[in-house]
């Protein structure tokens, strides 16, 4: 008669760790990858739209790159972009800031285009960057 002990237990240690990792379940989402998936087409007049994620203190934003296929920034593909992004914000998100760059690098005013869309809770850092409030980019993709 063989004593249990002296086979290996490895094996068994194994495939019982591989068996219950299965069982703990797909790993939680993270909020960005809602506006990311959202936004992975981008709209007429912008080659790429980008997003990521900071803090600034206790506030959570997103931040949006448009990347513009000509030298300025094209209103109707920002609209287009705030729109989706707006349906999709995860509550987690404070702020969404928006900086253009156009297909070669350079900056773009996002100053002009914002404004022409009525945003009224934007802060603008400066023509090239804003800062507008969570709840603006929900209510304009609910108006729209």
């Known amino acids: 008669m063989k ?3 002296s086979r290996p237990l490895g094996p068994v240690m194994l495939g019982v760790l591989v ?11 993270s909020p960005l990858e809602a506006v990311e998936a959202a936004i992975r087409d981008a ?11 900071g803090i600034d203190g206790f506030s959570r934003h997103v931040l949006l790159v448009l990347v513009a296929s000509g030298d300025e920034l094209p209103v109707d593909g920002v609209t ?18 928006v900086v253009a760059r156009s297909a070669s690098g350079d900056r773009l005013d996002v100053d002009t285009a914002l404004e022409s869309l009525g945003f009224s809770e934007t802060y603008m850092v400066s023509p090239t960057r804003a800062h507008i409030t969570a709840s603006a980019v929900r209510a304009f993709a609910s108006e729209g």
């Open 3 to 5: 004593r249990f002990a």
């Open 19 to 29: 068996a219950l990792t299965g069982c703990a379940g797909a790993a939680p989402q």
């Open 43 to 53: 709209p007429a007049g912008l080659d790429e739209v980008r997003a990521d994620e």
């Open 80 to 97: 287009e972009t705030l729109d989706t992004v707006g349906d999709v914000l995860p509550e987690e998100y404070d702020s969404v800031h």
